[in-house]
């Protein structure tokens, strides 16, 4: 029975905060490339869904968010700034740009709600007692028929507040993952230098259906 509650236990723990896999541009395909007059790029969409980041993925699917992963090539002679290029859907339907702090409000954990965990408990059964008839308490005896044996007895045992400490844990360090992450991948206000490449991600609102995406530069 104890064993039980242990694995029990345990499994409630690691079924519930949820771990952040890093992205690494080195890990993102980027095989196939358009050419525009002054730029040629690759796109890949479901960078979550691919790198095993699951949950945030739900997360996107659920707010109809997309974290997207570019590679641009500059191929002219002057400096192009990310904030000069607009993005389709198609040919025409431009898409929305968010910033990379609401997409990470929109996804991240609740990481202080895994203390109301802390209230959890569970009821454990408390060995059975034999007392003496004068009253005095003992461990079962050889011959049993001598002792009274005492009503059922349980143990309080408050798993709550451990469980909620670690899936605490767990979330708060994916969030600062998650969110680092964001911050250093952000394209948002770089600039490509003449005949240069960057790559890095973007985050976009109501892209769910969007199967080709296209990049102009603002005249």
């Known amino acids: 029975m104890k064993r039980v509650f242990i694995v029990f236990l345990a499994f409630l723990i690691s079924g519930c905060a949820h771990t952040y896999r890093t992205i690494k541009m080195s890990d993102i395909p980027f095989n196939e490339f358009r050419n525009d007059n002054n730029i040629s790029y690759s796109i890949r969409q479901g960078v979550m869904f691919n790198l095993k980041n699951k949950f945030f993925f739900k997360r996107e699917v659920k707010r109809d968010i997309d974290l997207i992963a570019f590679k641009i090539v500059n191929k002219t002679d002057q400096t192009i700034s990310i904030s000069d290029m607009d993005f389709f859907c198609g040919a025409t339907l431009p898409l929305q740009r968010i910033s990379v702090d609401e997409y990470y409000n929109s996804i991240k954990q609740k990481s202080n709600l895994y203390w109301l965990y802390s209230v959890g408990m569970v009821v454990y ?68 230098q003449p005949h240069d490449s960057i790559s890095g991600i973007l985050t976009f609102k109501n892209v769910g259906n969007c199967g080709d995406i296209f990049i102009s530069i603002k005249n």
């Not at 008839?133 to 044996?149: H, L, M, Q, W």
């Not at 408050?158 to 680092?180: E, H």
Request: charged share 20%; no cysteine; aromatic share 8%.
């Open 125 to 192: 059964p408390k060995p059975a007692v034999y007392k003496l008839s004068n009253n005095t308490s003992a461990n079962k005896p050889d011959n049993p028929k001598k002792f009274i044996k005492n009503g059922k007895q349980f143990i309080p045992l408050p798993f709550g507040l451990p469980m909620a400490a670690v899936n605490y844990g767990i979330s708060k360090k994916a969030n600062n993952k998650l969110q680092l992450n964001l911050q250093l991948l952000d394209l948002s206000n770089k600039v490509i």
